[in-house]
């Protein structure tokens, strides 16, 4: 039949690894040489190369650069199911996947970029040391920089929101924790959620940034206690009605919680005709703003917030008298309370 292929395999054929289809020779690649191929590149898990690339960083002295890298694997890492994932095991939909987190999150373009462009670069090294081909990633996700609108607002709304009153318990709850996080120099939510009574000693907060891992302590401000005590947590875990069961679940409640609060507050800020949506994160731009109309040094402010990226930061964090940043916090809350 014309169809039939012939084929014709003889010992030495097969020594030499030679296969003959309709006449025509080919070559063979052993099988276990295929394997040797493919497992040649020995791909690292992504943390275990990141946490070298970083110990290289800072024997250079580049502690800012290491700190980014840090900073992008600890936010890839809590997206992954497992927590890490083999370096060649990174594809377009993975990526495409973890900026949608990204953006469910709350997190604006440039900050979702941020973070896209920080891995890029550790996959392209990761590329360069051939652990991996080039699959090129991250082709269909933004890692530009777009100009941001203002995220502040005046201290004369911020007392608005607080003297707003008859609000449905849910709207006083959301409220009530725009103002916490104002009141604890802009603590970002997800360190809002996991704050323990164990985080308050001798009248010192006391935690840990989510985002970097640094270390911030503040004074317990009585206002800060009236908010607890107006929103008392049905979970003893934890200080705050955010995370209200020790199951498990204790991020997707997180997330689920900032989504329904930021909405709240979107909803507050139509009531009194803000310009810009009002979020969690608008509370973490508006604390510096006060300050900085208030005519504090920008060392302190940023020193506040926890900026710990940011080379200036990193040189006054080492000498600044904390109880500096608590006297700013202080005026900026009596401003707050002021009417």
Known sequence: MNNQLEINLNIADINNLRLRVNGTEYMLTPIHQQQTDTNSTNTPLLADYVHRLVKELVGQGRRRTAETYRCALNRFAAFLPHGDIPISDIDKQLIVNYERHLKADGLTSNTTSFYMRVLHTIYNRAVNDQYTPDQQPFTQVYTGIAKTRKRAITLADIQ?????????RHEELARDLFLFSLYTRGMAYIDMAYLKPANITGGILTYRRHKTGQTLNMRWEQQMQEIVDR????????????????????????????????YQLKSIGQKISLSLPLTMYVARHSWAS?????????????????????????????????????TTNASIIQAINSL
Do not use: F, V, W
């Open 290 to 326: 006060i300050a900085h109309s208030m005519n504090i040094p920008l060392s302190i402010i940023s020193a506040g917030m926890g900026h710990t990226s940011e080379h200036t930061t990193q040189i006054y964090l080492k000498t600044l008298d904390s109880t500096q940043l608590d």
């Open 160 to 168: 608005h929101i607080r003297q707003l009153s008859n609000l449905p």
């Open 231 to 262: 929103h008392p947590s049905p979970n003893a875990d934890y200080l705050l009605p955010i995370i209200k069961r020790s199951n498990g679940c204790e991020r997707s409640q997180y997330r689920e919680s900032q989504r329904l609060i930021n």
